[in-house]
């Protein structure tokens, strides 16, 4: 969207921004509003610009950051699992991406074969996409993940991560390579 936006615009996307800054919006919709009434923007170009000069969207907040917020409020004794997952996750190839958003930690490789989600305050769920899971008890259907991942294994220990899940993971890995 952001390559169209000065296509079908005239301007680029830090042009809207620094237009609409100085405006003084303190909500989103304000300025979602005024783009669309005064510019004849569509509500996807108008919600891409409010959430820039809101500085709203995951892409405008550090990764670090995105990863701190989702192991707080109670949910820190999970972040030792996650860095576990993260660190073997990431010994599977050059390949790996790692994309923290705010709720969760997109895995992928040509496609996400993962993602790493602390679902509650002692529970990380970790989604998996296979084109065919292995048989494994712990492999569950994919549950509140709905269409991003085929899968899901439940963890709530670092304990839990190990060979055999690795092997899990690495399929799901292989599987999107």
Not at 18 to 31: M, Q
Request: neutral net charge.
């Amino acid at each position: 969207m952001e390559d169209k936006l000065k296509e079908k615009t005239g301007r680029t996307l830090e042009e809207w921004v620094a237009l609409v800054k100085p405006k003084g919006f303190t909500k989103h919709s304000e300025i979602v509003a005024y783009l669309k009434a005064e510019h004849g923007f569509t509500h996807g170009y108008a919600n891409l610009v409010a959430l820039k000069a809101r500085e709203a969207d995951a892409g405008s907040i550090d990764d670090a950051d995105l990863v701190a917020a989702q192991y707080s409020k109670g949910k820190e004794s999970l972040k030792p699992v996650y860095d576990k997952l993260l660190e073997i996750i990431s010994s599977f190839g050059a390949d790996v991406t790692v994309v923290p958003k705010k709720a969760n930690v997109s895995i992928r490789a040509k496609r996400q074969f993962a993602l790493i989600q602390p679902s509650t305050k002692n529970r990380i769920d970790l989604g998996l996409k296979f084109d065919q899971a292995p048989e494994n008890e712990r492999i569950l259907d994919s549950g509140p993940f709905g269409t991003m991942c085929t899968h899901r294994v439940i963890l709530t220990s670092v304990q839990q991560v190990d060979q055999e899940l690795c092997e899990i993971v690495n399929e799901a890995y292989r599987q999107s390579s």
